[in-house]
């Protein structure tokens, strides 16, 4: 049932794949399980949104750096690498190890041999310079206070050893899940970042089947700051 797989499996896409689910059927979803339900309903959308947002936005930009917080199984940097052009140092970051190994196995099958983190931490700022462009992919309607303050420690880090921070967000276009973010983003602009773009309300097409015609429509919000 889809609004079974959706709701429960994966809960929206906020579920926390490190954890088997045991479900009302008597059947056991391993974390890697759930990861894959979560590629077939989520990946295609995120896909064309990412591809969408990285055409209008960094086209002819050296980018030297990609960090996907939130990463999920890697759509947004499959997306980017398909413009043969960028050629970034990759890094995943995602709580869930089972989706960074799932990113990784589809990097990898196309020659892209990523950077991998399961905390903020992890990450060394030293280490990335030039044009760094952070992004979240529906990441903003389930983070926590404490996430978010590690976040804003390595904005501010990644300020000071990078030429040009680019962050580019996009969720759900409804206002509730954006609350998070509308709080962070004040935060930036606090912070010497200004809006390059946004939308309110972007359609997207697609299909969750491979060779299909798109036969489904999404709607979400986004917008895209620079320093």
């Not at 906020?14 to 008597?26: I, K, P, S, V, Y």
């Not at 905390?119 to 926590?144: H, K, M, P, W």
Request: with cysteine; aromatic share 12%.
């Amino acid at each position: 049932d889809a609004y079974y797989n959706r709701s429960q499996i994966i809960e929206g896409g906020r579920a926390n794949f490190t954890e088997a689910l045991h479900d009302g059927e008597g059947r056991v979803w391993s974390a890697e399980d759930r990861v894959l339900a979560y590629c077939y309903w989520n990946m295609r959308l995120h896909y064309h949104s990412s591809k969408y947002l990285f055409d209008k936005y960094l086209k002819g930009i050296n980018v030297s750096h990609f960090i996907d917080v939130g990463c999920g199984p890697g759509t947004s940097s499959i997306a980017l690498m398909e413009n043969k052009e960028m050629r970034p140092d990759i890094h995943l970051l995602d709580i869930s190890q089972p989706m960074i190994e799932k990113a990784k196995e589809f990097l990898i099958a196309n020659l892209v041999f990523p950077s991998s983190y399961n905390q903020l931490d992890e990450i060394e700022t030293s280490r990335i310079t030039g044009v760094c462009v952070l992004n979240f992919s529906f990441l903003f309607a389930n983070v926590d206070d404490d996430f978010r303050l590690k976040l804003e420690e390595l904005i501010m880090n990644l300020k000071n050893t990078t030429d040009q921070l680019i962050i580019l967000n996009q969720n759900s276009a409804n206002n509730d899940l954006n609350l998070v973010w509308d709080e962070f983003k004040e935060f930036l602009v606090r912070n010497g970042f200004s809006v390059q773009g946004c939308s309110l309300e972007l359609n997207i097409s697609y299909s969750n089947q491979f060779g299909v015609s798109p036969n489904r429509n999404s709607s979400l919000s986004y917008e895209v700051l620079s320093n």
